[in-house]
């Protein structure tokens, strides 16, 4: 048996929290010490899905999975294959948390509360004698020669980080003071400002199925678009800005989206379902008779975008109207300046490089004793429960330790 191990852990978000638990679990005579700089723990689980969370995503497969990682997709399939989906599932489930899945593959809890997972979360550090300190931010972390850290002023054999992202480079300067290289942090989930653009007036609309490319660069996603009081999210956008959260920073946000609103890629297809479906409403108004399944105060905009009146009956439209029509549809532009991070969660990429760090403990090549959770990493997931999903899984490795 093992000697009674100290164990810091710094950070009580979800990663550093199934750090401490994997910790007390896996070294049942260890001295497991949860450090907190502000007053709450599990403070991105209590707002994440509105306030039901998001606990992971509904892909069982670990190289799938892995594939919803703009950074750290290699990495992670590392982990994946200590503890994947299944397993945080599992976990949840025998301690009487069930979850259920939604259309879109995101994975919360049957209650649709995010206090069910944050109560079990608790109950399981209070049945496993998990120390807990409140306020008690990392002031001082010294690596000791003989081994072990002094973590502000105390003792500890390890210490696992899981101290989230930064917004800043200056917030990671402590982890280049230990020997890591970082890369520099920007927002990956956020959604775009069109300050410009008057399609703002239909907020709240809905396209099911659009196909958002950005301008100048190989960057697209398919998918919902939601149309807001500043633009546009929904999860095409947010995909896209999370895939091209290091590009779009470049460009300090200043680019051009091109939009097909019809989620058909082929144009040529897309004008013979429009032809096919015209065919059938060839004595509707244009107005009334959407070829394509658009929500139809949107499909109205569209009609005054591309120039073509929506009281003409789609027989008396001549080729040139329905070209222009297609090619709106198809190839609509709009104007970003400047993002909105999603607050529900707001991620950033940036953080530890992750070759100074070994997936298959959470270890640093740089530092022994010293493990890694969580964001506090340069890896992050698209919008769906992924980024959970990456924290369950470094925090239960580096809990190994080892």
């Known amino acids: 048996m093992e000697g009674a191990l100290n164990v810091a852990v710094v950070g009580g978000g979800a990663a550093g929290f199934f750090a401490a638990l994997s910790a007390a679990k896996h070294h049942p005579s260890s001295n497991v010490v949860l450090f907190e700089k502000t007053a709450k723990l599990l403070s991105k689980v209590k707002i994440s899905g509105g306030g039901r969370c998001n606990v992971t995503h509904h892909c069982f497969s670990n190289s799938a999975l892995a594939k919803h990682y703009p950074r750290g997709s290699k990495h992670l399939k590392k982990g994946f294959d200590t503890f994947q989906t299944s397993d945080t599932v599992a976990w949840f489930q025998s301690r009487g948390v069930e979850l259920k899945t939604e259309e879109d593959g995101r994975m919360f809890p049957t209650s649709d509360s995010s206090q069910t997972i944050i109560d079990c979360l608790q109950n399981e550090a209070l049945r496993l004698g998990v120390t807990i300190r409140l306020h008690t931010p990392l002031r001082t972390l010294h690596p000791q020669f003989e081994g072990g850290f002094h973590l502000n002023g105390e003792h500890f054999d390890n210490v696992i980080l899981a101290t989230g992202g930064s917004p800043k480079r200056s917030g990671l300067a402590w982890l280049e003071a230990l020997g890591h290289t970082v890369s520099d942090p920007v927002p990956s989930l956020f959604t775009f400002n069109m300050p410009d653009e008057d399609v703002t007036a239909l907020m709240g609309v809905v396209v099911p199925d659009a196909i958002v490319r950005i301008q100048g660069t190989k960057l697209s996603q398919q998918g919902p ?48 379902v429009m032809e096919k479906a015209v065919d059938d409403m060839r004595k509707k108004k244009v107005t009334n008779a959407c070829p394509f399944e658009l929500p139809k105060k949107f499909w109205a905009y569209l009609l005054l975008r591309a120039n073509v009146s929506g009281e003409a009956l789609w027989l008396d439209l001549g080729k040139k109207a329905k070209n222009k029509l297609l090619n709106t549809l198809l190839n609509d532009v709009y104007e970003v300046r400047g993002k ?63």
Not at 353 to 367: H, P
Request: glycine share 12%.
């Open 225 to 272: 678009v939601l149309v807001t009081h500043w633009g546009m999210s929904g999860p095409a956008v947010l995909k896209l800005s999370a895939w091209g959260a290091r590009e779009l920073a470049q460009r300090e946000y200043q680019f051009s989206v091109q939009i097909n609103w019809v989620g058909i890629p082929n144009a040529s297809e897309a004008a013979s």
């Open 340 to 402: 909105t991070t999603f607050k529900e969660e707001f991620v950033t990429c940036g953080g530890v490089t992750l070759e100074e760090v070994d997936f298959t403990t959470m270890q640093s090549r740089e530092v022994p004793g010293l493990y890694f959770a969580g964001e506090v990493l340069d890896v992050d997931g698209i919008t769906g429960g992924f980024n959970f999903q990456a924290a369950w899984t470094t925090g239960f490795v580096a809990g190994r330790l080892g």
